[in-house]
């Protein structure tokens, strides 16, 4: 009697202990949610900021009578809007980058299994490119 009511103590406690570390695994992939979503947060906020500022010297220098005034205002719209585009290409870069990696392993293993499906080692002689002969010249 004792013995099944501690087999199923036993039964409980295990169950217990996954649902804690089921419970344990969704608050940390929260937590890193919610550090993503501020980090994006605060990249949105630098982009409106860097847009706002641009509007404001694109207005100084339309208002701007003179040469010099003009050429700082340019300068510093140039410095932000390289600064934004190479931000946004590192942004682009971090999307892409693993995703050719990925497309061309996954296309050369496909490719190598073929390859092993079909008994071949390497390309069929029908696969490969003629080889072309020098030709000579006759002087």
Do not use: C
């Amino acid at each position: 009697m004792f013995g099944k009511k501690q087999a199923e103590i036993s039964k409980l406690k295990a169950i217990i202990q996954e649902l804690r570390a089921d419970v344990r695994h969704h608050l940390d992939r929260q937590l890193e949610l919610a550090r993503e979503i501020d980090s994006l947060n605060k990249n949105n906020i630098q982009l409106v900021r860097d847009l706002r500022e641009m509007d404001q010297f694109v207005y100084q220098m339309n208002a701007s009578g003179f040469p010099e005034q003009l050429r700082s205002a340019v300068s510093r719209a140039w410095a932000i809007t390289e600064r934004r585009m190479q931000a946004e290409s590192a942004r682009i870069q971090a999307v892409l980058i693993p995703e050719i990696k990925k497309a061309y392993t996954d296309e050369s293993q496909q490719l190598s299994i073929q390859a092993n499906t079909l008994g071949q080692t390497k390309p069929s002689p029908s696969r490969q490119l003629p080889r072309s002969t020098p030709k000579h010249r006759e002087d």
